[in-house]
């Protein structure tokens, strides 16, 4: 029987959800990626380009699977939350769409936390790594409850946590799309109240890498001077309010991700290890030191 069925109980209000038992687990400081962001932004390519790349350096790393409708994976799965309820099975049983199934799916995790990944969590121990591949659904890391729930859990269960946002690059190639991008970006982490990197991905499919320079610590004034040019100008007001919003803030900055260079690679994984004190209690020389022969030496990566 699936899980999703055993785990069921109906009464004259209708499905609710019953965990099968709650117990809270006791860790030692292990960690823990979030990756969200849009759909097809590439989080399940940097989840697998980060297993493979940790697994060369003998860093033990393990990937743990959130999105219910995910069909095939490329990295080792340590957990899959379909085992607990999938997309397919709440379409069918409770004849809603995608996206309506989507959110009944998480809001199932959710009420299932202290037994469904409790259990996938137990066993982990201090300076263990687990990247978890989110869905790519926006609202879920804006404002519906289910992630905000889980990494409450989790904080309070002892992991240190941090938010890796993944923005397809294709986004700079329109003032309009960016900004949309860098406000959904500062949404999450006000929202998830993690430690946050954020990410331009598939940079290895621009021809010419030399134009992401200006949108790797946005001028969000400029941007709001290209949308000028571009739209109507009721709309300047708007444009300069939103870009004084994100100044004022000054939260978003982007990591450039180029998956076909190892250095690339190796600095976006030293940049969420700093956001969670990765390794910082370990002696001096040490795995870190091993891993990444000390700090990375970023001064020869090249945009160009």
Not at 85 to 97: K, N, R
Request: hydrophobic share 40%; proline share 5%; charged share 25%.
């Amino acid at each position: 029987m699936n899980v999703f069925l055993s785990l069921r109980s109906t009464t004259n209000h209708g499905t609710v959800l019953s965990p099968r038992r709650a117990f809270a687990p006791t860790f030692s400081m292990p960690y823990a990626q979030l990756v969200v962001g849009p759909a097809g932004s590439g989080k399940s390519t940097y989840c697998h380009n980060v297993h493979q790349h940790c697994a060369s350096l003998g860093r033990t790393l393990s990937v743990i699977n959130l999105d219910p409708a995910a069909d095939e994976f490329r990295y080792p799965v340590t957990a899959d939350v379909r085992e607990l309820i999938s997309l397919e099975d709440v379409m069918e049983e409770e004849e809603l769409g995608p996206n309506g199934a989507l959110m009944f799916c998480m809001e199932y995790l959710e009420d299932n936390m202290d037994d469904w990944l409790a259990e996938q969590l137990e066993g982990y121990m201090e300076d263990d790594m687990v990247i978890f591949d989110c869905p790519g659904q926006l609202e879920l890391y804006s404002h519906h409850s289910a992630f905000k729930s889980m990494t409450e859990k989790m904080t309070g269960w002892g992991w240190k946590m941090v938010c890796v946002y993944i923005l397809d690059a294709q986004f700079i190639s329109d003032g309009t799309k960016f900004i949309a991008g860098c406000l959904q970006a500062q949404s999450a982490m006000l929202h998830l109240a993690l430690p946050h990197v954020n990410i331009l991905s598939k940079v290895d499919m621009l021809q010419d890498k030399s134009v992401l320079e200006p949108y790797l610590c946005p001028d969000h004034q400029r941007l709001a001077n290209e949308l000028d040019e571009r739209m109507d100008p009721k709309y300047r007001k708007l444009n300069h309010a939103i870009a004084s919003v994100m100044e004022d803030f000054a939260l978003i900055s982007f990591a450039p991700l180029d998956i076909s260079d190892e250095e690339s690679l190796q600095f976006v994984l030293y940049q969420c290890d700093c956001a969670i004190g990765y390794g910082e209690d370990a002696d001096v020389r040490t795995s870190r030191d091993v891993e990444y022969g000390d700090e990375p030496d970023m001064s020869n990566l090249s945009l160009e």
